[in-house]
């Protein structure tokens, strides 16, 4: 079994003036937030949460306001260091190393994607993307060469010599995730990177983002508010209420099995039909049975947005489902498809 690329275990983060103090209140006698925060005024950030994270996979954080996302994230390269719990990247302990390690950890391991762009204004373009580089220390012409590798990626060829304050918000954020993939780093942290755009423009930013996960395979995690782009960016989908973990899964699991009515609020107004896959409707077939003929097959990954109309007309209204590897995952009909829509 693949081993997890990051490993967090009973992660608590609390602010306040004595926050070592009171996590015996939040760890062994379960107090909650705004407790917490009323009788000793302390904030609770982050509340045992525990996640594995593999390789090459987008792990998506989510959550509203408050709920400790991006105070989760700053743990993973230790811009924040946690109140209790256990992180580690690649079997080693975060938590244990010493400014040396840290630092080498952040510049060749990990890069980071803020919400506010945060580039450089006195800095050109082909500077801002380069900087991760300047700063391993890399020479001039090979920094030269991959940060025209990656302006070209993001689609910001020929402004290389313009300054973040000439381009719009949109673009910004092209040279942000230019800048973050620059240094070829295993991991990508991306703090809810695309929440300042414009639809459209968010949109497109999470297609360019998709196209290249496709072709770097990158481990990848993304704090986010949305329900949308967490299901359309996600392999797995953590959501966080109150700094505690409510629910982990994929896409198919959180909209088919919501774990409470904080979660069933959150996905009730979503398109079911864009989301769920038919790979989630499958019933395998009796054990040594052959597959029913005349069936059309498709694709386990087909939404039933496009699955529907095949499967109104296949006989008896099925169809076969076809895992990636061509093997069979089982049989799906159009009754299971319209029942998963009205949930």
Excluded: C
């Amino acid at each position: 079994m693949t081993e997890p690329k990051i490993r967090i275990r009973n992660l608590y983060k609390i602010f306040g003036d004595h926050p070592d103090r009171v996590l015996p209140l939040v760890r062994d006698e379960a107090m909650g937030k705004d407790e917490l925060l009323e009788k000793h005024n302390h904030v609770l950030g982050v509340n045992n949460v525990s996640l594995d994270i593999f390789p090459k996979q987008v792990q998506v954080v989510m959550g509203l306001s408050g709920s400790g996302k991006s105070t989760l994230i700053r743990h993973i390269n230790r811009l924040i260091d946690p109140t209790g719990g256990e992180l580690t990247v690649d079997g080693e302990d975060v938590l244990a190393m010493d400014e040396t390690q840290l630092r080498a950890l952040r510049r060749h391991k990990m890069s980071m994607v803020f919400q506010k762009f945060a580039l450089l204004p006195h800095r050109t373009i082909a500077e801002n993307v380069g900087y991760g580089l300047e700063v391993q220390g890399m020479a001039d012409a090979e920094i030269a060469s991959h940060t025209q590798h990656w302006i070209d990626r993001v689609g910001l060829s020929g402004y290389e010599s313009h300054y973040p304050g000439q381009l719009s918000g949109g673009m910004q954020q092209r040279v942000g995730l230019a800048r973050g993939l620059a240094t070829d780093a295993d991991i990508l942290l991306m703090d809810e990177a695309f929440s300042a755009l414009d639809p459209l423009i968010r949109y497109d930013m999470q297609s360019i983002l998709l196209e290249l996960q496709n072709e770097l395979h990158k481990t990848i995690v993304f704090i986010t508010h949305d329900l949308d782009e967490a299901l359309r960016l996600g392999d797995d989908i953590a959501i966080l209420r109150d700094g505690g973990m409510v629910q982990q899964g994929d896409a198919q699991q959180i909209v088919l099995k919501p774990a409470d009515d904080y979660i069933r609020d959150f996905i009730k107004d979503i398109n079911r039909a864009k989301v769920i896959r038919l790979r989630a409707l499958a019933e395998p077939l009796p054990q040594g049975a052959a597959p029913p003929e005349g069936l059309p097959t498709l694709p386990a990954a087909t939404v039933l947005d496009d699955a529907m109309l095949a499967m109104s007309g296949a006989p008896g209204q099925t169809v076969l489902v076809e895992r990636q590897d061509g093997t069979l995952a089982g049989t799906a009909t159009l009754t299971q498809a319209i029942e998963a829509l009205h949930g």
